[in-house]
Nanobody, 127 residues
């Protein structure tokens, strides 16, 4: 059983920042692919950012600039820094991981390419 555990969500005012964190098994950091996704009520889950074991990143074009994905390989933690939060960023944010190869490109932001998911952490932004 692959366990992913997110933390760091909360309620913030527009313009604020949050850093989300996700713990995962070591081999996801040394051999796998990881990503952050979000899902608002009534909407489909969408990819925010992804990172591979080399540290190469992929962002959704609309989110590049305010979102930064990074990882701490020594402590097995995946991060998502979100700056200048807006009410439309209100969503459940999920960490996901795959031990299987995902070609570099848009596919790294597709939920179907990830087999393991955390429970999510809620981000609520008020205006």
């Amino acid at each position: 059983q692959v366990q992913l555990v997110e933390s760091g969500g909360g309620s913030v005012q527009a313009g604020g920042s949050l850093r989300l964190a996700c713990t995962a098994p070591t081999y996801m950091f040394t051999h796998g692919y990881m990503g952050w996704f979000r899902q608002a009520p009534g909407k489909e889950r969408e990819g925010v950012a992804a990172i591979d074991y080399y540290g190469r990143t992929k962002y959704d074009v609309s989110m590049q600039g305010r979102f930064t994905i990074s990882k701490d390989d020594a402590n097995n933690i995946l991060y998502l820094q979100i700056n200048s939060l807006q009410p439309e960023d209100t969503s459940m944010y999920y960490c996901a991981a795959s031990p299987n190869w995902i070609p570099y490109g848009p596919g790294r932001l597709l939920p179907d390419n990830y087999q393991h998911w955390g429970q999510g952490t809620q981000v609520t932004v008020s205006s």
